[in-house]
């Protein structure tokens, strides 16, 4: 399983820190002493944290890590930092971006990145030039940037086309095929939007999933009929 060995933080110097991180978000994280931490309300995942924290914090973010490589769950991890930006954004500026950079999910997610980072370098013998050179890019990769990264307007186009000629009977289980139970990303909410789209349009009432506690893409749905009105229900 990924972090099942521990990591020698004694072995990771300031500098290669900041080869990951980058020097502001490495200052930022060590200005802070262990009482200090103590102190903050929401400590959440750290650089010092064990494998276990980290697995935890992997689950509660949805990040799939078994079976998968470290370089698979790097790129999972840039996906879900782009996903969460995107979720009250609809287009990209440095200010908004800027802002979210100061959110608790932003800081979390980039310990994230940065423990897989340093598991990545201490298979490689913690020798950076023998990271193979396609995942040397993702290895100095550091922030996302919505406008050259997604095509959201393409994805959310194709799949309305696609929903569009899909029966009734069957537009809940080609969604969940899609999405269901699978990883958040800007494909998903790509896919997301085109869905619900669709289900206005086919006056699909789906308000009890919409404004439940729980998102939709959490679990598989169904739609069904009650009391003549197609409704969407959790499966």
Sequence with gaps: MLFSKKIN??????????EILGFDEVEQTLSSNSEEILKIEKVGLTIY??????????DKFQIPHKDKTIEEV????????????????????????????????YAQLQILIYHTKSLMLWQYNNDIEQIPRNYKILYRKKEVNPVEETNYLEIYERFKMYMEFVTPDRLAKYFNCLVGLKHFSARTKAIY??????????????????????????????????????IVVRK
């Design 9 to 18: 933080k004694d072995r990771i110097s300031l500098s290669l820190m900041e």
């Design 49 to 58: 944290s064990d494998s276990d924290e980290i697995i935890a914090t992997l």
């Design 74 to 105: 790097l790129k999972f991890l840039f996906d879900r930092l782009l996903f969460e930006y995107m979720e009250d954004q609809s287009y990209y500026t440095k200010e908004t971006y800027s802002k979210f950079k100061n959110t608790y999910t």
């Design 193 to 230: 939007h085109a869905f619900v789209e669709e289900l206005e349009l086919r006056g699909v009432d789906y308000d009890s999933i919409l404004f439940s506690k729980d998102s939709m893409l959490s679990y598989y749905i169904d739609i069904v009929s009650q009391d003549n009105k197609l």
